[in-house]
Each structure stands twice: as structure tokens, then as C-alpha cells.
């Protein structure tokens, strides 16, 4: 009952090194006892932490020493969902973590999946994508129809963010068909999104009949906890309708529930379209404590929807005609950073959102109220000197752009060179003469050689976090030996040994697998080892004298 929700409530429990100092108080019988029973205890008491942390950590412990990967996947799920917002995404890597050695496609995959919802939630939607695309890559080569649709769920969220509210629509209508009867709770949750984007195009008629739908639905299968959502909808399709007292009564009626939930998204909007409401019928000191809140959560989150933009621009103009310089500047900041976090995320969309104040405004009005306090007028001065390096960045980065080009290209040329030639010919041993090291001893020479081809042809190399001591101490030798027997041999300083390993492992990786070129950044560092995204494209620029997009390009042009 519990593992098919897609939504959960979240609920704190004590944290896992306290459930640890405790454990020997748990009854020994509970290690007999089946996971469908440690289950159903751990929902029946997801509103007691002290209790249910019991059977979190049996239920784990109990996977871990049986070593079953699906179970103890579904034990740090258990804990993501019941855990406070600091440490759910910790237990979210652990289940990606667990996952991989089980070489099971189905279960890398729903950890994926799972791991994207998190950063949905979190309101991350570039690393949810992320994790989204790789779940897509796993799942899509299984039979798992529910996974199939819970992935077509969250994608569909994803393209209603991004405003391309026709996928969404039509993904959105086979989950409706699909969770039907399968999962209530999902059918819900993909009628209620149906609905808003069925707002979002103008259909305000259907907008309502799928609001009520959901609230009859809701009484039908006793999940009371959804009616909030369709009502929060229907509010804002209300405002649409300019029904706007009755927009702020069903809006303001959700908004507890919303804040029980945490879902402080939907918050955000709710205050942002009761302010709007209230704006539209010129009681402005009504809308501004509303905008206050929208503004505050901005500040807190980080969150703002592209239509929740505009109430920086009628702050703006508000101030403005009450002569509120200070609150101008302030307001006109905000829609700065707005747009440069809106702008990072919907690049494609930056044409299409028609804006009062664009940047380059926004930034030449900004420096005009500074002027104006200060009592100087550098405006012209100031926009013939942005026009002029704006002019002269362009020239530059376009040389620079081309210069790029040639240089990578034949950096390009050169590594196929060394990949043809080892994916055509046996690599022979390696066999290169060099002066003996005075200060060790050549049988230990010879042995930690040897204890290097294995790592090597092991791909040990591929663990995450070696460091010197790590891996001296896994030779069992001296740090400064190994150190000294890497850099005379191999002609390389250690990091830059580990990471070239890793290098050239994806590099003929990508040439060979067509998925993997499919792959992002962050999922290619995590394939190879590297401890962050940032370590890995450095290391293969570094290596390569390219960045990781050019060469995943030319491969797939050469491989056409």
C-alpha cells in the first residue's frame, strides 16, 4: 500500500546514528519477523517517530546482513519519506548507491526516479531532469509498466514547468488511464495536474469540470488529504474566469493544508494569485502583504514561476507612482534576480516571455534611480560604454569560439588515433626501461608494479575518493613508495594517474555505447567515480585539451 504512493506525508525521526545508539533495545524477535509486516508498521505509525523508528532501522539492518538490494532500497525509502528535509536526499543517494550493485535495471532506475522526485520537490528541476533522463534510459529497456508511467508523471510536471502545457496535457491523459486502476492516489495526482494545464492554455471551462471531477473523485476513494489541490486550482482557474472573490475564498482556503503539507510551491502561488485578485479590483493595500509572502518565499526557496514574475514589474510601477525610491530599487532587484535564475533554467523560453522590463532595462533603470539618488547623470555614458563592450565581447568570443573549434579538433583527431588503435590491437604489456629507484628496494618496485596492472585491469580505479593513503594502505605499502614508484613509471603525479584511469575508461566507453553518450555531466562523473561533476569535466579537459560536449559531439557524427 505504502511503496506505490507517489506522494507521502514527510514526518520526522530521529536521526540514523540515534536509531543506531538504540538498537539494542529492539526486540531480537523482530529479526524474524517479514518485510511486508515491517512495512505495514512502519505506515501504521508514520505519525510516531519514536515508535516507527523501531522498525526503520530492523527493517534495514535486516537487508543488509541478508544482503538483498531490493529490500534495502526500500528501506532507505522508507527513511527518505519519513525523514526531515536536511537528510532526505542523503537517503536518496544511499538507495542510488545500493542500486548499483545490484546491477538490476529495474531497481537503478526507480532509485533514479526516486531521486529526481527529491530534487522536484526541492524545486531543483535542472538536477531532477537530470536524474529523470537517466531513470528514462534504465526503465524504458524493462517491463515495469507502473515505473513506465510514474516516470511519464514526473516528466509531464516537468514540461508543464517548462510551459509546454500540450505534452503535458497528452502524457498526462495515458497516466490518468493508466493509474485509473492502479493507483488512486497517482490517478489523483495526474487529474489535478491535468487541470492545470488545462488553465494554462485558456481552457477554463474544462479546467473546472476536471477540478470537480477530482473533488468527487476525492470523496469516492476516501483521500481526503487531495481535495486542498483541487481546490487551490480552482481558485486560481477562478481568477482567470474574473470570479476574483471567489478566487481569494478558494485559495485562501487551501493554503493551511498546502503549509501542513510543506508544499511551499504551491504556497507561493496561492498568495501570489489572492494578491493578484485583490490588485485587479484596485484594493492595493490588500494584494501587498500577499506579494510580501510571494517575495519572502522567493528569498527563503529560491521558487518563482514564470507568471509570478509580473508582480515585480506592478510593484515597480506601484512605487514608482508613490514616489517609493527605495522600494522601486528594491522590487526592480528582485526581477533581476528573477530573471537571471528564470533565464538559467527556461533558455529556450527567454524569447517568448513577453516582459515589460527585460534585463538590459532593468539594469539601465537600476543605474538610473542610483544616479538620481546620488544626484549624477551618467546615463548615456554609462549605455554607449555597455553597448561598446557588449560589441567587443561578441568580436572576442566569436574569435575565441572558432579558435576553439580548431584546437579541439585536432585534440579530437588525436584521441580517436589512440582509441582505434586500442580497440583494434591487443594492448601489449608495457615494458619501458628506466633507471632503478636508488632509494627502494627493486623487489618492492616490482611488486607494487604488479599490484598497479591489476588495479588497472580491475577497474578498481572506478571507486570513488582514492586517495594515496587509501590506496597504499590497500597495497599494504609505504605512501611516499607508492607516490614516488607512480611518478617515475607512470610519469604522473597520483591524482592525475586516478583520473586519466578514469578518462580514458569513458572516453572508449562513449565510443562504444551509444546510450551512454546520452548522458549528462553529473551522470558520467558519477560512472566513472569522480567525487563531483566539477572534478570530473576539469580532469577530462585537462586529459583531452576538450570539453566532454565536443568530443560526446564529434563521436556521434562519426559514428552517423
Same mark, same amino acid.
Given at each position: 500500500?505504502?511503496k506505490?504512493?507517489?506522494?507521502?506525508?514527510?514526518?520526522?525521526?530521529?536521526?540514523?546514528?540515534?536509531?543506531?545508539?538504540?538498537?539494542?533495545?529492539?526486540?531480537?524477535?523482530?529479526?524474524?519477523?517479514?518485510?511486508?509486516y515491517?512495512?505495514?508498521?512502519?505506515?501504521?505509525?508514520?505519525?510516531?517517530?519514536?515508535?516507527?523508528?523501531?522498525?526503520?532501522?530492523?527493517?534495514?539492518?535486516?537487508?543488509?546482513?541478508?544482503?538483498?538490494?531490493?529490500?534495502?532500497?526500500?528501506?532507505?525509502?522508507?527513511?527518505?519519506?519519513?525523514? *526531515?528535509?536536511?537528510?532526505?536526499?542523503?537517503?536518496?543517494?544511499?538507495?542510488?548507491?545500493?542500486?548499483?550493485?545490484?546491477?538490476?535495471?529495474?531497481?537503478?532506475?526507480?532509485?533514479?526516479?526516486s531521486?529526481?522526485?527529491?530534487?522536484?520537490?526541492?524545486?531543483?528541476?535542472? @538536477?531532477?531532469?537530470?536524474?529523470?533522463?537517466?531513470?528514462?534510459?534504465?526503465?524504458?529497456?524493462?517491463?515495469?509498466?507502473?515505473?513506465?508511467?510514474?516516470?511519464?508523471?514526473?516528466?509531464?510536471?516537468?514540461? &508543464? &514547468?517548462?510551459?509546454?502545457?500540450?505534452?503535458?496535457?497528452?502524457?498526462?491523459r495515458?497516466?490518468?488511464?493508466y493509474?485509473?486502476?492502479?493507483?488512486?492516489?497517482?490517478?489523483?495526482? *495526474?487529474?489535478?495536474?491535468?487541470?492545470?494545464?488545462?488553465?494554462?492554455?485558456?481552457?477554463?471551462?474544462?479546467?473546472?469540470?476536471?477540478?470537480?471531477?477530482?473533488?468527487?473523485?476525492?470523496?469516492?476513494?476516501?483521500?481526503?488529504?487531495?481535495? !486542498?489541490?483541487?481546490?487551490?486550482?480552482?481558485?486560481? @482557474?477562478?481568477?482567470?474566469?474574473?470570479?476574483?472573490?471567489?478566487?481569494?475564498?478558494?485559495?485562501?482556503?487551501?493554503?493551511?493544508?498546502?503549509?501542513?503539507?510543506k508544499?511551499?510551491?504551491?504556497?507561493?502561488?496561492?498568495?501570489?494569485?489572492?494578491?493578484?485578485?485583490?490588485?485587479?479590483?484596485?484594493?492595493y493595500?490588500?494584494?501587498?502583504?500577499?506579494?510580501?509572502?510571494?517575495?519572502?518565499?522567493?528569498?527563503?526557496?529560491? &521558487?518563482?514561476?514564470?507568471?509570478?514574475?509580473?508582480?515585480?514589474?506592478?510593484?515597480?510601477?506601484?512605487?514608482?507612482n508613490?514616489?517609493?525610491?527605495d522600494?522601486?530599487?528594491? @522590487?526592480?532587484?528582485?526581477?533581476?534576480?528573477?530573471? @537571471?535564475?528564470?533565464?538559467?533554467?527556461?533558455?529556450y523560453? !527567454?524569447?517568448?516571455?513577453?516582459?515589460?522590463?527585460?534585463?538590459?532595462?532593468?539594469?539601465? =533603470?537600476?543605474?538610473?534611480?542610483?544616479? =538620481?539618488?546620488?544626484?549624477?547623470?551618467?546615463?548615456?555614458?554609462?549605455?554607449?560604454?555597455f553597448?561598446?563592450?557588449?560589441?567587443l565581447?561578441?568580436?572576442?568570443?566569436?574569435?575565441?569560439?572558432?579558435?576553439?573549434?580548431?584546437?579541439?579538433?585536432?585534440?579530437?583527431?588525436?584521441?580517436?588515433?589512440?582509441? *582505434?588503435?586500442?580497440?583494434?590491437?591487443?594492448?601489449?604489456?608495457?615494458?619501458?626501461?628506466?633507471?632503478?629507484?636508488?632509494?627502494?628496494?627493486?623487489?618492492?618496485?616490482?611488486?607494487?608494479?604488479?599490484?598497479?596492472?591489476?588495479?588497472?585491469?580491475?577497474?578498481?580505479?572506478? =571507486?570513488?575518493?582514492?586517495?594515496? *593513503?587509501?590506496?597504499?594502505?590497500?597495497?599494504?605499502?609505504?605512501?611516499?613508495?607508492?607516490?614516488?614508484?607512480?611518478?617515475?613509471?607512470?610519469?604522473?603525479?597520483?591524482?592525475?594517474?586516478?583520473?586519466?584511469?578514469?578518462?580514458?575508461?569513458?572516453?572508449?566507453?562513449? &565510443?562504444?555505447?551509444?546510450?551512454?553518450?546520452?548522458?549528462?555531466?553529473?551522470?558520467?562523473?558519477?560512472?566513472?567515480?569522480?567525487?563531483?561533476?566539477?572534478?570530473? !569535466?576539469?580532469?577530462?579537459?585537462?586529459?583531452t585539451?576538450?570539453?566532454?560536449?565536443?568530443? !560526446?559531439?564529434?563521436?556521434?557524427?562519426?559514428?552517423?
Open positions: 500500500m505504502r506505490k504512493y507517489l506522494l507521502l506525508l514527510i514526518i520526522c525521526v530521529p536521526t540514523w546514528s540515534a536509531a543506531q545508539k538504540i538498537h539494542q533495545k529492539y526486540p531480537d524477535s523482530l529479526n524474524k519477523k517479514s518485510y511486508e515491517l512495512d505495514e508498521r512502519i505506515y501504521e505509525l508514520r505519525k510516531d517517530s519514536a515508535r516507527s523508528s523501531i522498525y526503520l532501522y530492523v527493517y534495514l539492518r535486516k537487508a543488509k546482513e541478508e544482503k538483498n538490494y531490493k529490500e534495502i532500497i526500500n528501506g532507505y525509502q522508507n527513511l527518505l519519506h519519513q525523514s *526531515s528535509d536536511n537528510k532526505r536526499m542523503m537517503y536518496a543517494d544511499s538507495m542510488v548507491y545500493a542500486s548499483k550493485k545490484s546491477n538490476d535495471k529495474i531497481l537503478i532506475g526507480s532509485a533514479y526516479l531521486k529526481g522526485i527529491e530534487y522536484y520537490a526541492l524545486k531543483q528541476h535542472n @538536477n531532477a531532469l537530470d536524474n529523470f533522463i537517466i531513470a528514462d534510459s534504465l526503465i524504458s529497456q524493462t517491463s515495469d509498466r507502473y515505473l513506465r508511467y510514474k516516470l511519464k508523471y514526473h516528466i509531464a510536471l516537468v514540461k &508543464y &514547468y517548462l510551459g509546454y502545457y500540450d505534452e503535458a496535457i497528452a502524457l498526462l495515458e497516466c490518468i488511464t493509474f485509473k486502476n492502479e493507483n488512486s492516489r497517482a490517478y489523483l495526482n *495526474s487529474l489535478h495536474s491535468l487541470g492545470l494545464c488545462y488553465n494554462r492554455i485558456g481552457n477554463y471551462g474544462l479546467c473546472s469540470h476536471t477540478n470537480e471531477l477530482g473533488l468527487s473523485e476525492c470523496k469516492k476513494l476516501d483521500i481526503q488529504e487531495m481535495e !486542498v489541490y483541487f481546490i487551490h486550482s480552482q481558485g486560481i @482557474n477562478d481568477f482567470f474566469q474574473k470570479n476574483y472573490a471567489s478566487a481569494i475564498k478558494n485559495i485562501e482556503s487551501s493554503i493551511e493544508g498546502l503549509k501542513e503539507k508544499d511551499f510551491g504551491n504556497e507561493s502561488v496561492g498568495y501570489f494569485y489572492i494578491g493578484k485578485s485583490y490588485w485587479e479590483v484596485r484594493q493595500e490588500k494584494a501587498l502583504p500577499y506579494f510580501e509572502k510571494v517575495d519572502n518565499l522567493f528569498n527563503i526557496k529560491g &521558487y518563482l514561476r514564470t507568471d509570478q514574475r509580473e508582480m515585480y514589474e506592478l510593484l515597480i510601477k506601484y512605487y514608482k508613490n514616489g517609493n525610491t522600494l522601486q530599487l528594491y @522590487n526592480i532587484d528582485q526581477l533581476l534576480k528573477a530573471d @537571471n535564475i528564470l533565464n538559467e533554467t527556461f533558455k523560453l !527567454v524569447g517568448k516571455i513577453n516582459k515589460e522590463y527585460n534585463t538590459q532595462e532593468l539594469k539601465i =533603470e537600476k543605474q538610473n534611480l542610483k544616479n =538620481e539618488l546620488q544626484r549624477k547623470n551618467f546615463k548615456y555614458s554609462v549605455l554607449t560604454g553597448t561598446s563592450l557588449l560589441f565581447s561578441f568580436v572576442f568570443m566569436t574569435y575565441r569560439y572558432y579558435k576553439n573549434r580548431r584546437i579541439y579538433r585536432q585534440k579530437f583527431d588525436e584521441q580517436m588515433i589512440q582509441i *582505434s588503435t586500442s580497440e583494434n590491437k591487443a594492448k601489449p604489456k608495457q615494458k619501458i626501461e628506466k633507471p632503478l629507484l636508488s632509494d627502494i628496494n627493486p623487489e618492492t618496485v616490482t611488486t607494487i608494479l604488479k599490484q598497479l596492472d591489476k588495479f588497472e585491469i580491475d577497474k578498481k580505479f572506478l =571507486e570513488k575518493d582514492w586517495s594515496l *593513503s587509501k590506496l597504499s594502505a590497500a597495497f599494504k605499502s609505504n605512501p611516499t613508495y607508492l607516490s614516488s614508484i607512480i611518478r617515475h613509471y607512470k610519469e604522473k603525479g597520483f591524482s592525475e594517474y586516478i583520473n586519466d584511469l578514469k578518462i580514458d575508461y569513458l572516453m572508449s566507453l562513449l &565510443y562504444n555505447n551509444k546510450l551512454v553518450r546520452n548522458y549528462t555531466n553529473k551522470a558520467l562523473a558519477e560512472e566513472a567515480g569522480f567525487s563531483s561533476t566539477q572534478r570530473f !569535466v576539469n580532469a577530462f579537459k585537462t586529459k585539451g576538450m570539453p566532454t560536449a565536443y568530443f !560526446v559531439e564529434q563521436i556521434k557524427k562519426g559514428k552517423n
